[in-house]
């Protein structure tokens, strides 16, 4: 059964991680492992190996995404699921960079907790029904634009998201300045955007995150 595969949660706030666990636990669901901070979720995942981790997002010490990654690294195969109050387009996008496929806002149902518990082991993707599906859509198409980028492009992009100026990348890189507005020109075009000033600067800031992936 469903309700057997193993289960560690984790949120750093101690009411909500008792709530979950009493309504998971109640429902008939296996919690081998509770934590509060995400060194201590990493740990368990890596000792206990369970089926499934449902993370709260921002946790002391290490966040969610990096959890995942520092598991992934160890070639873990536990499943996740992030748990967030967040609602902005750059955390999902985040997730999808990484290639995690579930993620719940915590003023969700149980019954959507159980659709998504189900649907993950299914190797299923399932988002919150707050996200439209537009919404889940456009996150894809952002991702599939920056997948045509080329290696010297992602490059530049990830320093323009550190707040470096073209004259700083060149020097770095040992180009020309010419040759890095190039490269600005060409992935303005590829990803889309508009050609007004500082226009690539400041979505490479605000999806700097996501950028730290590629």
Not at 54 to 74: G, H, Q, S, T, Y
Not at 112 to 122: D, F, P
């Amino acid at each position: 059964m469903k309700k057997e595969a193993s289960i560690v949660i984790a949120d750093d706030h101690p009411m909500l991680l008792k709530g979950l666990y009493d309504e998971l636990t109640s429902n008939g669901y296996n919690i081998i492992g509770q934590a509060d901070n995400g060194m201590r979720a990493l740990e368990l995942i890596l000792t206990l190996k369970p089926k499934l981790a449902l993370l709260d997002i921002e946790m002391p010490l290490l966040n969610a995404f990096e959890v995942f990654k520092m598991a992934r690294e160890k070639r873990t195969e536990t499943k996740f699921i992030l748990l967030s109050y967040h609602k902005e387009k750059e955390y999902i996008l985040q997730a999808r960079a990484l290639n995690i496929g579930a993620y719940l806002l915590k003023e969700d149902s149980f019954f959507t907790i159980e659709k998504c518990i189900e649907s993950v082991l299914n190797n299923e993707e399932f988002f919150s029904p707050y996200f439209q599906d537009s919404a889940l859509s456009n996150t894809k198409d952002e991702l599939k634009q920056l997948s045509h980028l080329t290696a010297s492009e992602v490059s530049i992009l990830k320093r323009i998201a550190l707040n470096q100026s073209s004259k700083a990348i060149a020097d770095d890189i040992g180009v020309s300045i010419r040759t890095i507005d190039k490269h600005r020109a060409n992935i303005i075009n590829k990803l889309g955007l508009s050609k007004s000033t500082n226009t690539l600067t400041s979505w490479a800031l605000l999806n700097k995150d996501i950028i730290g992936e590629l």
